[in-house]
């Protein structure tokens, strides 16, 4: 029996289209190159909120220009409608300028997907900003067709955006169930003298990848899977930020500080979940899930 082939089913194979790879490649290696690590960078993906910001800012849009349309189908005062059609077209440039740093730092079957989101939104975009147009010169019926046109491939670029998020968990955080998956109290990890010097190693704990760093008798242990992506930490760089010994992600240079795993840089919104350690008398470490 031949099943039909939903939405779902089509952005799953966008996901597995390699017709768009050229020009997403150079997309994203140029908004990387563009913008460096650093405040502005960091602000775009929501460091400081502790989530991403885009999805936010893409809600205020999406809802003013829904709104335009029920004032449209209401009759109601063309006025109202121009002033939300121009507010979602605001707010539209900082959603994109998020929505870009975000997706330059994906893997690639979610670049794929982001891609199309993106070329939808854009003209949506165009199509709004005619609308604007059309209704400032008077022409209100014409103006009105093409919102309603911005709707509906509007409507195709959230639905994509939703798959992005929930479907491929792009923003999402990957490290959060880590902590759950140890039971409460002191876990034996490893002996002490089993740890090289000032080089990061991954220790099993149960089910659990550490990350694990010696520092003379101080040991340092955080979730070895990063939160933006689950890029393994162990293999990261140790840089010092401020004062403070972090590591940095091998795959998108997420960075974390080690005493207590709280983001330095993006594109990781979430801490890396930390472990409080101790040493017992036979020089074995033992580890226990933090509480920050
Ligand atoms: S997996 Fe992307 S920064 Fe770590």
């Known amino acids: 029996m031949r099943r039909f082939a939903g939405p779902v089913a089509l952005a799953d194979r966008l996901e597995k289209s390699k017709a768009m790879d050229k020009p997403v490649r150079v997309l994203a290696k140029a908004v990387r190159q563009r913008l460096r690590p650093g405040r502005l960078r960091d602000l775009l993906h929501g460091v400081p909120l502790g989530e991403p910001v885009h999805p936010p800012l893409a809600t205020v849009s999406l809802g003013c220009w829904l709104s335009t349309a029920v004032l449209d189908l209401a009759g109601a005062d063309p006025r109202a409608a121009r002033l939300l059609l121009a507010t979602g077209l605001v707010n539209a440039l900082p959603t994109a300028a998020a929505g870009l740093t975000d997706w330059s730092s994906l893997h690639r079957e979610q670049q794929r997907v982001g891609f199309v989101h993106m070329l939808s939104n854009l003209t949506a975009l165009g199509l709004f900003s005619a609308s604007l147009v059309a209704r400032v010169r008077g022409s209100e019926r014409p103006g009105r ?64 990848q550490l990350f694990v760093l010696r520092r003379g008798e101080n040991v340092s242990v955080l979730a070895d899977r990063c939160p933006h992506l689950a890029g393994p930490l162990h293999q990261g760089r140790l840089v010092m930020e401020n004062g403070d010994p972090c590591v940095v992600c091998p795959w998108h240079g997420s960075t974390f500080r080690l005493i207590d795993g709280s983001v330095k840089h993006g594109p990781a919104t979430a801490p890396a979940p930390m472990f409080e350690t101790r040493l017992r008398r036979d020089g074995t470490i033992q580890v226990r899930p933090g509480l920050t």
């Open 145 to 208: 067709a093409l919102s309603y046109a911005g709707l509906a491939v509007g409507g195709l670029g959230a639905y994509l955006g939703g798959h992005l998020a929930y479907r491929q968990a792009a923003g999402a955080n990957h490290a959060p169930q880590v902590t759950h998956l140890v039971p409460l109290g002191w876990h034996d990890l490893c002996l002490l003298r089993d740890l090289p010097e000032g080089r990061p190693v991954a220790r099993r704990l149960g089910y659990i």
